[in-house]
């Protein structure tokens, strides 16, 4: 994936935006912090980058405003040129059909959605299965080149309703209905995916694999060979904490634990 055969996505969080309830009224200020985050990581070395609005909390849910997807599709191009990274997009909660229209006038290479498959009890409420609006929209706009890597159980949700179905089985499905890679997360933000979890994906599917939280200089051996791809937040930032600014100390350290 991205050249790698197991490469590292960083999350770029982008400050609060225009619609959300922490939006300060400068663009340019988002803009300037986002693109900074972007270079610092790329001068560590990490492979992608995926941009998300985790600040526009409380989030709503299965959609945002015209004007958060606007910001979202100018922030992520600018990152995208400026730091000449394969470069992806979430908006938080599950408002995936805006993300594809973001990462399609970003000219983007994927998303990160959450949803995709089977039902799901958020912070927000509950969660439908997005797949099949998904899939068509990109089909309809011509746009299979932006890749679908798909959270299954994801963190900060209750999976009680499909208890009775496995993370193996939700990544079969995910995979059927057309998800070009799964993301396996642990149960909150930080907190790392099992790793017994990630070889059963593995095991269970032929797309790719994506470890989607808690990865740490520490840890990542312990999924390189059951994956393509570890999603790292938290980890790049100062003091560990997903609200602080990247620190590109960190971000050397995982890069060199993970090349070694």
Not at 42 to 70: I, Q, R, W
Not at 166 to 184: I, N, W
Not at 226 to 241: L, P, W
């Amino acid at each position: 994936m991205f050249g790698r055969k197991c490469c590292i996505i960083a999350v770029v969080h982008v400050l609060p935006l225009p619609g959300s309830a922490g939006y300060r009224g400068s663009m340019g200020e988002i803009l300037d912090q986002a693109v900074d985050d972007a270079l610092t990581y790329k001068e560590g070395g990490v492979d992608a980058l995926l941009v998300e609005n985790m600040h526009d909390v409380p989030y709503l849910k299965g959609k945002v405003d015209p004007e958060t997807t606007a910001a979202m599709a100018v922030i992520a191009r600018e990152i995208k040129h400026q730091s000449m990274l394969p470069t992806g997009l979430q908006i938080l909660a599950g408002a995936n059909l805006e993300a594809l229209g973001a990462a399609i006038a970003a000219d983007l290479d994927f998303l990160r959605v959450e949803g995709f498959v089977y039902a799901h009890v958020g912070d927000e409420g509950i969660h439908e299965s997005c797949a099949a609006q998904l899939m068509r929209r990109r089909a309809n706009l011509r746009a299979q080149t932006i890749k679908i890597f798909a959270d299954i159980k994801k963190k900060h949700s209750s999976h009680a309703i499909t208890a009775d179905v496995c993370l193996a089985e939700t990544a079969k499905a995910a995979e059927f209905f057309g998800a070009d890679g799964v993301v396996v997360t642990g149960n909150l933000t930080a907190v790392p995916a099992d790793v017994h979890d990630v070889a059963t994906v593995s095991s269970a599917v032929t797309t790719s694999v994506l470890v989607g939280s808690g990865v740490t200089p520490e840890n990542i051996h312990l999924y390189v060979q059951h994956c393509d791809a570890v999603i790292v937040g938290s980890t790049f930032k100062v003091g560990g904490c997903w609200r602080n600014s990247v620190d590109v100390t960190r971000v050397h350290r995982l890069v060199d634990c993970m090349r070694h």
